[in-house]
């Protein structure tokens, strides 16, 4: 399966923007799926994973309450909202997809990432 992440721009602070993840291939309808990002000069981190069908979520605790992770797998998509951005949100963002349903911590297959700029 082939992932692509898309929405990224350059926003101000306690702005939003809203990211996608799109798959093709093959689905990914019956995976989980996780974002990811990687500030400049810092270690990829993980940012918020969402099970095959939406009831189960679970984030990063520098996110949570400010984005909201969702599916729709009627179009093969995940997305992450991205509300009250802060400066050190500032990264490349990444969606990933685990062989298993439910978030298992160990992504298999990785999309290109989108670059968010959060300015002050």
């Known amino acids: 399966v082939r992932l692509q992440a898309s929405g990224g721009g350059l926003v101000q602070a306690g702005g939003s923007l809203r990211l996608s993840c799109a798959a093709s291939g093959r689905t990914f309808s019956n995976n989980a799926v996780a974002w990811f990002r990687q500030a400049p000069g810092k270690d990829r981190e993980f940012v918020a994973a969402i099970n095959w069908t939406g009831s189960r979520t679970s984030y990063a605790d520098s996110v949570k309450g400010r984005f909201t992770i969702s599916r729709d797998n009627r179009q093969n998509r995940v997305y992450l909202q991205m509300d009250f951005l802060k400066p050190e949100d500032t990264a490349v963002y990444y969606c990933?997809?685990?062989?298993?349903?439910?978030?298992?911590?160990?992504?298999?297959?990785w999309g290109q990432g989108t670059e968010v700029t959060v300015s002050s």
């Open positions: 990933a997809s685990d062989l298993s349903a439910h978030w298992s911590g160990r992504p298999c297959y």
